[in-house]
Nanobody
Framework: QVQLVESGGGSVQAGGSLRLSCAASGDTSSTYSMGWFRQAPGKEREGVAAIDADGTTSYADSVKGRFTISQDNAKNTLYLQMNSLKPEDTAMYYC????????????????????????????WGQGTQVTVSA
């Protein structure tokens, strides 16, 4: 089992920055890749960014050049640095880790569907709210 706890969300004005953190505990050695997805009211769930154990990263087109995903293995923590935030970035952000071995590119394509997959396929946290005002 892996437990994930997100933090770092908040309210900022457009153009501002936030850094989200995701603290992982439990059997973290069983996860090869991790990522972030977001969910806004009335909008489809969206995979935002993913990273794998080789350090390969993958990003949604909507955040490329603005968001950076990274991980600190010593601290078992995943980060999402978000710069140049836009109102359309407003959402609940979740970190997730699939149980099967997936590359960053594979995970990015799957992030939006993780909550719909059979129980036990992936782990995710409770989320942290990001609100960007114009």
């Amino acid at each position: 089992q892996v437990q994930l706890v997100e933090s770092g969300g908040g309210s900022v004005q457009a153009g501002g920055s936030l850094r989200l953190s995701c603290a992982a505990s439990g059997d973290t050695s069983s996860t090869y890749s991790m990522g972030w997805f977001r969910q806004a009211p009335g909008k489809e769930r969206e995979g935002v960014a993913a990273i794998d154990a080789d350090g390969t990263t993958s990003y949604a087109d909507s955040v490329k050049g603005r968001f950076t995903i990274s991980q600190d293995n010593a601290k078992n923590t995943l980060y999402l640095q978000m710069n140049s935030l836009k109102p359309e970035d407003t959402a609940m952000y979740y970190c997730a880790a699939p149980r099967p071995r997936m590359t960053a590119i594979q995970l990015l394509g799957a992030l939006a569907r993780l909550p719909q997959l059979p129980a036990g396929f992936a782990y995710w946290g409770q989320g942290t709210q990001v609100t960007v005002s114009a």
